[in-house]
């Protein structure tokens, strides 16, 4: 059967709440775990994957509140989690004394409600914060307030129900909120198009409305910068995934801040830091596309455009992400998917910039103590085979104190880390990472290997080497190869990277994927028959459209909470959003390109397939298991050989605890170690 844009015979499959999608489901869970469960392999996996998931010697990760370290943590017998603090003392120590905040297991019980943790938004200086809680995993949350020194909800405090909901404090009895409020009040996308100031006693509904987007803008919110003596208030208008607008609100007042559509902006200590993802021709200069810039906010919205350049990226580096303290901005530079840190200072003379000393290969996260009250920062490095480090650290030097590390999870010294670099159709050099037994990184392959590649390829998102504890005990140790593919679509390269393979350009991704592959095989270190791949939601989409395209190539596809359905996705949940990705299929010459690889229209009766595993959530409220359905049912109708599993709570990351985590994944590489030999 021929699946057209005019006529869908699976829409029933976009219906979560019927019984007849659900029993559809329900079988076909079934017989994908009674199938792998029986591989020789599963359950020591499935075994070693729960112990490791829940092993007390993970690494505690925490945000910092006034005289507290907050983290919350999930154990064997913590199922749904604790939300749990300590001191900074404490913390170092090997086994710290925990204070419980809120067991979610007896929350979960005491109310009935199948409660996942969304996070805690703090009042600085305060004691309270928003409580988000989510019902099965999904991306739309309850949210309530929290006595952080009376260790209980607030009675008759803040509260709004669940709803795609943005909040942040204005001052203790003031918020601002960003949620549902009833027909109108939600973009076309699902997201609140109005920004209201909530205060303490009042009903939602009279709270005034201080902003209200179009119907067609992806969505707005609200938020505040507290540092003394250069306190704002701002409100944001998301048009597009890539494009806003920036409001200053000064009483009834509110300015829009003159920065590029497509560029991010927010202030430090009366700075205002601009992120560009295009060229911008000022005054006759043009800063060019990657550039973080930095001038005084108050001359710039007076008309000044005096900016210095704190980054200008090259062919080969691009800011991956910006670190603020009291008194220091940490750029995270990635040059050739490697990780260094730059640390800039802002004095009376202009910026001041010095290395920090940070090892030279593999990746690294800095995130601030407390971006406004203190100089200490945390650092987190890891790759491929080194156990992850955290380590806190202070602006100004390059002294850091380890504070965890992960222990190791598998024996990582027969293999090694390689860097080598594909050529894809337009001769654009790709780069990729290969995870490889040492004797064929130094002499070359012996022989062919079971390989598992991997890719995303979207939203300017780069992949960077990571220390994967279920990816070594799950594959490699089973005589697998690890690749890991940095195409274009991603942010490894800054926007540039990113928008090559925007909408019309989006077949750059695949070909630049399909290239990694065919170097990995023409340089020995594996075969079709043993090559297999795997991405999820934009991944997952990758993954499906390089499998319509080039099936010889692969043998085993994993494709989880994918997009398939390109010709109906924007109508789905969240996917009016991602329009400034893939474009919109409802202009006929948009639909021109994006029908050319949308994987759904492209899987024919006539071609064999590698045999795929199709994976989702019914609880995904980004990205809907519609997709991943109808893909399993037209397949299955053609005759091609498709397991599916969707689990039933999770959201878009499949998993609401670590016992779902551990089956997930042991289905996985079971699958792949059944389809590839190992």
Known sequence: MHVTAEYDPYLWLEDVAGDAPMDWVRRQADAAIAELHRHPQFDAIHGRLRTLLNSQDRIPYVTVHGDWYYNFWRDAGHVRGIWRRTTPQQYRQVEPEWETMIDLDALAAVEDENWVWSGAVFLHHGDRCLVSLSRGGGDAHVLREYDLDAKAFVSGGFMLPEAKSQAAWRDRDSLFVATDCGPGSLTQSGYPRTV?????????????????ADVDDLGVGACMDFTPGHRFEFIWRSMTFYT?????????????????DDANAYTVRGQLIIELRSAWPVDGFVYPQGALLATDFRAFLRGERKMAVLFEPSATSSLDGVCVTRSALLLNILDNVHSRL????????????????????????????????????????????????????????????????????FDAQPYAIRQFSARSRDGTQVPYFAVLPRTAAERGPEQPLPALLYGYGGFEVPLKPYYSGATGA?????????????????????????????????????????AVAEDAIARGFTTPAQLGIMGGSNGGLLVGAVMAQRPELFNAVVCQVPLLDMRRYHKLLAGASWMGEYGDPDDPLQWDYIARYSPYHNISAQRRYPRVLLTTSTRDDRVHPGHARKMAALMQEQGHDVLYWENTEGGHAGAANNDQQALMWALTYAFLLQQLKC
């Open 474 to 514: 799950g594959w490699l140790e089973h005589g697998g190869i690890y690749l890991l593919a940095n195409i274009r679509g991603g942010g490894e390269f800054g926007p540039r990277w990113h928008q090559a393979a925007l909408k019309e350009n989006r077949q750059n991704a695949f070909d630049d994927f399909i």
């Open 244 to 260: 806003n607008e920036l409001y200053l609100r000064e009483g009834s007042t509110l300015t829009r801040v003159p920065k590029p």
């Open 196 to 212: 209201r100031e909530w205060r303490r006693g009042t009903a939602l509904a009279d709270a005034p409305i201080l902003y209200q």
């Open 342 to 409: 730059l640390e800039l200072t802002h004095t009376d003379h202009g910026w001041r910039a010095r290395e920090v000393a940070v090892p030279a290969l593999g990746s690294l996260e800095a995130t601030p103590v407390d971006a406004i009250d203190s100089d200490e920062y945390f650092l987190t490095l890891t790759d491929f085979l080194t156990p992850t480090t955290l380590a806190l650290c202070h602006a100004g030097s390059d002294e850091r104190v380890t504070l965890r590390a992960l222990p190791a999870y």
